[in-house]
């Protein structure tokens, strides 16, 4: 079963946008598995609130302007 786990900002994609990332990821790994991977595919997006994440000692806060308008 391929399995693919995103980790994203919270409210960075909209609800039509997390649904077309899990249709071209399930896409994606049907194209290389083939067909008989479609049905077994999990795709999971997980959301990491502000403030849960950073790099370089730095702890991000998404801006506004960046967040999914609905």
Do not use: C, W
């Amino acid at each position: 079963m391929p399995f693919a786990n995103y980790k994203l900002p919270e409210a960075a994609l909209s609800k039509v946008q997390k649904e077309d990332l899990i249709h071209k990821t399930t896409d994606l790994l049907v194209s290389y598995f083939g067909e008989i991977a479609r049905p077994t595919t999990m795709v999971l997006i997980e959301e990491v609130p502000d403030g849960g994440y950073g790099r370089a000692d730095e702890v991000f806060i998404m801006p506004d302007e960046y967040r999914a308008k609905d």
